[in-house]
């Protein structure tokens, strides 16, 4: 035992560290959009899928196998993997206008509007046992999030400007969580710190605590918020703005200070947007693990095998004498 947790502590001492992430993904809602991507520091800005009719939600698996998004021009929501290669449409109708989307537990949501119905849809991740109606709500619905662990979800309503909050597991229960909340577009959760973090598009982030209390808010003068994601171990949250100052912005997670543009995006419109970390490949020490501890063993047991001989030949020569 006490072998390997020296090894592991020799892994785990030289892992990379898992702060911050690595990526970020966000939707260029045009008529001719993409979803693209770049990485953190806002450099290798890359097309990821193109030629897509106003893409708006997206999502990327935890292991970055896939990305997930919605295609509101065509109402469907698809899938590609991680590199954009083997795009597949996961829902052909979704009956509506489908925005902003989040993924959890092995199935995929998303806010539609403008169609049949108001709605959150849901479907398994790879497109099977699809519910358009999941959860049936008037009004012009925004982005949602999800809480599995409370089994919650909450989305926006930006009709009657309120969040609202259902069960995940079968959308029962419906109930207003936040009022006033304004025109809410994307959301996010702080499950660290127990806040709610979303995007009112008339130019504001916003958060409250989910435990209750008042909400603040930030006024960044950049435009109409849309997008929104949180670096929870960094320390800011990030959004997108898609009217006078395109771009990916970012600020402190407590709204204070300022904000400062990380990716200016010139005439794109972005909408959705995710962050992505890598998950680290394993490291060659890691497959010799198993050696490692035959090794210890081998040369533990050689060891105990030269400690016997050496008090039998001391019995031998106690004996002689």
Same mark, same amino acid.
């Given at each position: 035992?006490?072998?390997?947790?020296?090894?592991t502590?020799?892994?785990?001492?030289?892992?990379?560290?898992?702060?911050?992430?690595?990526?970020?993904f966000? =939707?260029?809602?045009?008529?001719?959009? &993409?979803?693209?991507?770049?990485?953190?520091?806002g450099?290798?800005?890359?097309?990821?899928?193109?030629?897509?009719?106003? !893409?708006?939600?997206?999502?990327?698996?935890?292991g970055?196998? %896939?990305? *997930?998004?919605?295609? @509101?021009?065509?109402? &469907?929501?698809?899938?590609?993997?991680?590199?954009?290669t083997?795009?597949?449409t996961?829902?052909?109708?979704?009956?509506?206008?489908?925005? *902003?989307?989040?993924?959890?537990?092995?199935?995929?949501y998303?806010? &539609?509007?403008?169609?049949?119905?108001? =709605?959150?849809?849901?479907?398994?991740?790879?497109g099977t046992?699809?519910?358009?109606?999941?959860?049936?709500?008037?009004?012009a619905?925004?982005?949602?999030?999800?809480?599995?662990?409370?089994?919650?979800? *909450? $989305?926006?309503?930006g009709?009657?400007?309120?969040?609202?909050? @259902?069960?995940?597991?079968?959308?029962?229960?419906?109930?207003?969580?936040?009022?006033?909340?304004?025109?809410?577009n994307?959301?996010?959760?702080?499950?660290?710190?127990?806040?709610? *973090?979303? =995007?009112?598009?008339?130019?504001?982030?916003k958060?409250?605590?989910?435990?209750?209390?008042s909400i603040?808010? +930030?006024? %960044?003068g950049?435009?109409?918020?849309?997008?929104?994601?949180?670096?929870?171990?960094?320390?800011?949250? $990030?959004?997108?703005?898609?009217?006078?100052?395109?771009?990916? %912005?970012? @600020?402190?997670?407590?709204?204070?200070?300022?904000?400062?543009?990380?990716?200016?995006?010139?005439?794109?419109? !972005? &909408?959705?947007l995710?962050?992505?970390?890598?998950?680290p490949? !394993?490291? +060659?020490?890691?497959?010799? +693990? !198993?050696?490692?501890?035959?090794f210890r063993?081998?040369? =533990?047991?050689?060891?105990?095998?030269t400690?016997?001989?050496?008090?039998?030949?001391h019995?031998?020569?106690?004996?002689?004498?």
């Amino acid at each position: 035992m006490k072998n390997l947790i020296i090894i592991t502590a020799v892994w785990c001492s030289i892992a990379p560290a898992a702060d911050g992430f690595d990526k970020f993904f966000w =939707a260029n809602g045009m008529s001719t959009g &993409q979803v693209r991507s770049a990485d953190s520091n806002g450099t290798n800005i890359q097309t990821v899928v193109g030629s897509l009719n106003i !893409p708006v939600g997206v999502a990327v698996s935890s292991g970055g196998a %896939h990305v *997930y998004f919605t295609v @509101a021009g065509d109402d &469907q929501v698809k899938r590609s993997n991680f590199d954009g290669t083997s795009v597949v449409t996961l829902v052909s109708s979704t009956n509506d206008f489908p925005t *902003y989307m989040d993924i959890s537990g092995g199935k995929m949501y998303w806010s &539609q509007i403008g169609g049949a119905s108001d =709605a959150i849809g849901r479907a398994n991740l790879n497109g099977t046992s699809q519910d358009l109606n999941f959860i049936v709500e008037g009004g012009a619905l925004g982005g949602l999030a999800i809480d599995a662990s409370d089994d919650k979800i *909450y $989305y926006g309503n930006g009709s009657t400007q309120k969040i609202r909050r @259902a069960t995940l597991s079968d959308g029962s229960g419906a109930t207003d969580f936040i009022t006033g909340a304004g025109l809410v577009n994307d959301m996010d959760l702080d499950l660290i710190n127990g806040y709610i *973090y979303w =995007a009112d598009s008339s130019g504001f982030i916003k958060r409250r605590l989910l435990s209750g209390g008042s909400i603040d808010s +930030l006024a %960044h003068g950049l435009g109409q918020t849309r997008g929104i994601a949180l670096d929870v171990s960094g320390g800011r949250v $990030y959004f997108t703005t898609d009217s006078s100052t395109p771009g990916i %912005h970012s @600020a402190l997670l407590d709204l204070s200070g300022g904000v400062q543009t990380e990716i200016s995006l010139g005439s794109e419109a !972005p &909408q959705g947007l995710a962050l992505f970390t890598m998950v680290p490949e !394993p490291r +060659l020490y890691l497959l010799l +693990l !198993p050696v490692l501890l035959l090794f210890r063993c081998k040369t =533990a047991l050689e060891n105990r095998v030269t400690l016997e001989r050496s008090w039998v030949d001391h019995d031998v020569a106690s004996r002689a004498q």
